[in-house]
């Protein structure tokens, strides 16, 4: 006979006030939400994925952009320690 745990989904609570759970709830009625816990959850997610892609992405400026670009396309030099590794691998 096999053994099934029971695991349950992580659980997130938070205790609000009075203003706060009537803000959620009206603003879970008008986006079509049908609970206060999916409207809370799905703008906790929309946050964390935009603070996320932003702690990701690097922006450069116009000017920083073409240095950057300048730099990548001159040819790679080897230096000495890469050079000595390329000629050992190659002995």
């Keep these: 006979m096999s053994e099934f ?4 989904a992580p659980r997130i609570t938070a205790r609000v006030d009075n203003d706060t ?8 009625a008008i986006s079509g939400m049908s609970s206060i816990n999916s ?8 946050k964390a994925k935009r603070l996320i892609e932003q702690e990701q992405r690097i ?12 730099e990548l396309d001159k040819p790679a030099s080897a230096n000495k320690r890469l ?9």
């Design 21 to 28: 759970q009537a803000l959620l709830t009206q603003a879970a």
């Design 5 to 8: 745990l029971y695991s349950p």
């Design 39 to 46: 409207f809370v959850l799905s703008a906790a997610l929309e």
């Design 83 to 91: 050079a000595q590794a390329f000629k050992k691998h190659n002995d």
């Design 59 to 70: 922006e450069l400026t116009a000017r920083d952009t073409k240095k950057l670009i300048t």
